[in-house]
T-cell receptor, first 110, second 115 residues
């Protein structure tokens, strides 16, 4: 089966950099995705890594190490609006369904 | 980009009644849609996979007779919560994959409250 582990909560100050880690266990690997969800809202897709290395998209970057079954989401120049839950996700065996981690609640303080 | 429209955004119903939630892909055809349930401060739990033209595939532990899924066309999937009970109160979200996208596009979600 598949399982993902990520911290339940992270707190950081405005303007800082924060890293949210995710370790996964899958019987086949089809990439690691990240989603952001604000309270009361739907998840929005942030990034996807299929190969090792860092993918940068503006203030957000995502990293993957397939040999370590590990990835992280890096948020730079934190803003108050970044306060949300962040989920890592992997496709299941066969790559058809998406399985989500438990989510990391990020609190950005002034 | 791909847009998924979900209605209603919130609904309150009496215990024992049924509620239908619609999910539409607005600018693409979705042969497959996914239905999730999310309790407060928890992750998204996949309930079922909705396939156009065939029966839905339910995850283990999800009652197919209680959560009826119909994928009537390439752009519409519906979830009906039958004989709703207070414990069914949750946030229900659909998602679909747009053409060429790696990520899934989610509907805006439906907050169901059963009283």
């Amino acid at each position: 089966g598949q399982s993902l582990e990520q911290p339940s909560e992270v707190t950081a100050v405005e303007g800082a950099i924060v890293q949210i880690n995710c370790t996964y266990q899958t019987s086949g690997f089809y990439g690691l995705s990240w989603y952001q969800q604000h309270d009361g809202g739907a998840p929005t897709f942030l990034s996807y890594n299929a190969l090792d290395g860092l993918e940068e998209t503006g203030r957000f970057s995502s990293f993957l190490s397939r040999s370590d079954s590990y990835g992280y989401l890096l948020l730079q120049e934190l803003q108050m609006k970044d306060s949300a839950s962040y989920f890592c996700a992997v496709p299941n065996t066969g790559g058809f369904k998406t399985i989500f981690g438990a989510g990391t609640r990020l609190f950005v303080k002034a | 980009g791909a847009v998924v429209s979900q209605h209603p955004s919130w609904v309150i119903c009496k215990s024992g009644t049924s509620v239908k939630i619609e999910c539409r892909s607005l600018d693409f055809q979705a042969t497959t849609m996914f239905w999730y349930r999310q309790f407060p401060k928890q992750s998204l739990m996949l309930m079922a996979t909705s396939n156009e033209g065939s029966k839905a595939t339910y995850e283990q532990g999800v009652e197919k007779d209680k959560f009826l899924i119909n994928h009537a066309s390439l752009t519409l999937s519906t979830l009906t919560v039958t004989s709703a009970h207070p414990e069914d109160s949750s946030f229900y979200i659909c998602s679909a994959s747009g053409t060429g996208d790696y990520g899934y596009t989610f509907g805006s979600g439906t907050r169901l409250t059963v009283v």
